[in-house]
């Protein structure tokens, strides 16, 4: 029988809330049918939607809460506003508490990590969480971190970071030991700020048997897959994030104009369908959609606020395998057996 997993869902989060958040459940709980939710929200709004989602029926409790955090709040006024009381906060909480395995929302990022940072705390031997997600590439998918936590960082965070990706890559690509690079502005070790270049010293001279660091990425690295691991901070992973997610719109508006641009390029098309079909999917950000709260005493998923049903989905299933395969144990142990500093 399969491990019972129960997730806990901020179902007013996101810019489409119920309406994306009980379809998603519903797609998620058809691939892992012995998954359960608690969903957490306005229950005149969510009981119908549950009612009418047959792949839900008898996997969900429905938790009335009176507020909603909206992505324009600053998280400083939702943790004022929705502490103890939101549809954000009491999904955190679950999971604080025991009820649930893990926490999904769409909701505003800053809010939730603020709050995930207050009711979940961080765990022993970590500075500050890092947002983690799967990334892409011609060989498959990697693990980048940070896209969007903190801005600025320091050598210690950045080798956090890289066990903790690598215990999340573990368990994603079942993997013993992911390989890990440091995202740079170039591949050569005297490269790069102190920061980068200490932390690379500290992963060259420190046996970690968890992992193999192969040493500094660029940019175009993030495409090919060329680590399991990609770690960098923020400020840059945000940036490379939102580029990537830029540019696969670009390059589908560009396909679809040069496909309709003339009878012979309709007819190609007609021909090609499959193909480009396998493309489109191959570029789907719903896909990879859902980032991993690293260094949290929990887990914490962030979908993306804008994303449609099986975009939603896909965080859920994210989720459930962090959860299954216990990713906090994974990473604590890996936290524990791996010294934070080496002599210079």
Excluded at 77 to 105: E, L, P, T
Excluded at 169 to 184: E, K, S
Excluded at 270 to 286: C, D, H, I
Aim: with cysteine; aromatic share 4%.
């Amino acid at each position: 029988m399969s491990q019972r997993v129960c997730i806990s869902l901020d179902a007013m989060g996101g810019d489409h809330g119920p309406s994306t958040v009980v379809p998603g459940a519903g797609i998620a709980r058809e691939r892992h049918p012995e998954m359960t939710f608690l969903m957490f929200g306005d229950e005149a709004v969510l009981a119908p939607l549950v009612a009418a989602e047959p792949r839900l029926k008898g996997a969900v409790e429905i938790r009335h809460t009176t507020v909603a955090i909206t992505m324009d709040d600053k998280p400083s006024q939702a943790v004022r506003a929705g502490r103890g009381k939101s549809s954000m906060w009491q999904a955190i909480q679950a999971v604080r508490d025991g009820q649930a395995d893990a926490a999904v929302s769409a909701g505003n990022t800053g809010a939730l990590m603020a709050m995930s940072k207050i009711c979940l705390k961080t765990l022993a031997g970590v500075e500050r969480p890092a947002i983690a997600c799967l990334w892409p590439t011609v060989r498959g998918e990697s693990v980048v971190l940070d896209v969007g936590a903190t801005i600025g960082t320091d050598a210690e965070h950045l080798v956090e970071m890289a066990l903790m990706g690598a215990a999340m890559a573990r368990i994603v690509f079942d993997l013993d030991r992911p390989t890990v690079g440091l995202l740079n502005v170039g591949t050569e070790e005297m490269k790069g700020n102190e920061a980068v270049k200490e932390a690379a010293r500290i992963l060259r001279e420190v046996e970690l048997p968890t992992l193999a660091y192969h040493g500094f990425v660029e940019g175009n690295d993030l495409g090919r897959g060329t680590v399991d691991v990609v770690v960098t901070e923020g400020f840059t992973g945000n940036i490379a994030l939102k580029t990537a997610e830029g540019t696969a719109k670009q390059i589908a508006t560009y396909l679809r104009a040069a496909m309709s641009r003339t009878l012979s390029a309709k007819i190609g098309y007609f021909f090609a369908r499959q193909a480009f079909g396998a493309l489109r999917e191959k570029m789907n950000p719903s896909r990879a959609n859902g980032g991993v709260f690293l260094g949290l005493e929990g887990i914490v998923i962030k979908s993306h606020g804008s994303e449609n049903a099986a975009g939603f989905a896909s965080a859920i299933d994210l989720a459930h395998d962090m959860a299954r395969h216990d990713l906090m144990r994974t990473i604590r142990d890996m936290l524990e057996s791996t010294p934070m500093a080496v002599p210079a």
